[in-house]
Every structure is written in structure tokens, then in C-alpha cells.
């Protein structure tokens, strides 16, 4: 999701549409969580970039992207630019097994028998 929310919009209350803005930011969080990764990945990861506009947002963490649109809200910003982009990972940060082939069979751990 790459997009830019106003802040003020007319005839709307600024905290109703502040929270808006934060349930359509978990709501696309949670849609994005429940899809199945890739073949070779188990989980999702989120790049944030929380910013005024498009040309300069900071990189967060995703627990941090909602303290981060009400800062920008604080400091009285006319709009707010989110962009949160799924990555398909391995838990524990390992990188996929890429390699082609058959999988070697385990090597057995007892000892050779004569014939």
C-alpha cells in the first residue's frame, strides 16, 4: 500500500478522520497477514515509510507506524503519506533453499553392516 491520506476533509471531524485512517492501515496489515507466503517462505514482513508527503517519508517499524501518523497529525501536516510493503521471509531470517535438484537422503548414523 502506497498512499497519501488527508487530514482535513471538510464537513468531518479531524479525529474521526485520523481514525480512519489508522483502521484502513490494520485492516490492510491484516489482509496481508492472513495470505499464504510464497513457496519457500512461512511468514510476512512489513517495510514502512511514514512521512508528510511522498518525497521524504522515514522508515519505521511496523508497531510504529501508528504513534508515527499521530505525530504527523500533531504537527498539524495536511496529509499523511503510508507506504507498507509485504516481503515474503523464513522465520529466523534464513534465505530460501533456492537450490535444484533432488535433496541429498539423510545420512544414517549407524554403523555399516558386513554383508
Same mark, same amino acid.
Given at each position: 500500500m502506497k498512499k497519501t491520506f488527508p487530514l482535513?476533509?471538510? #464537513?468531518?471531524?479531524?479525529q474521526r478522520?485520523?481514525?480512519s485512517i489508522k483502521n484502513e492501515v490494520r485492516k490492510y496489515v491484516q $489482509?496481508?497477514?492472513k495470505k499464504t507466503p510464497p513457496? #519457500?517462505?512461512n511468514r510476512w514482513e512489513f517495510s514502512c515509510r511514514v512521512g508528510t508527503d511522498?518525497?521524504?517519508?522515514?522508515? $519505521?517499524?511496523l508497531s510504529e507506524v501508528i504513534a508515527s501518523i499521530d505525530a504527523v497529525a500533531k504537527a498539524g501536516g495536511p496529509q499523511v503519506y503510508v507506504e507498507i510493503l509485504a516481503n515474503p521471509v523464513?522465520?529466523?531470517g534464513a534465505e530460501p533453499d533456492t537450490s535444484v535438484g533432488e535433496r541429498e537422503l539423510p545420512?544414517?548414523?549407524?554403523?555399516?553392516r558386513p554383508d
Open positions: 482535513q476533509v471538510t #464537513g468531518k471531524d479531524s478522520v485520523l481514525e $489482509r496481508e497477514q513457496e #519457500g517462505f511522498k518525497a521524504a517519508p522515514a522508515d $519505521r517499524r523464513l522465520r529466523g545420512v544414517s548414523r549407524l554403523p555399516d
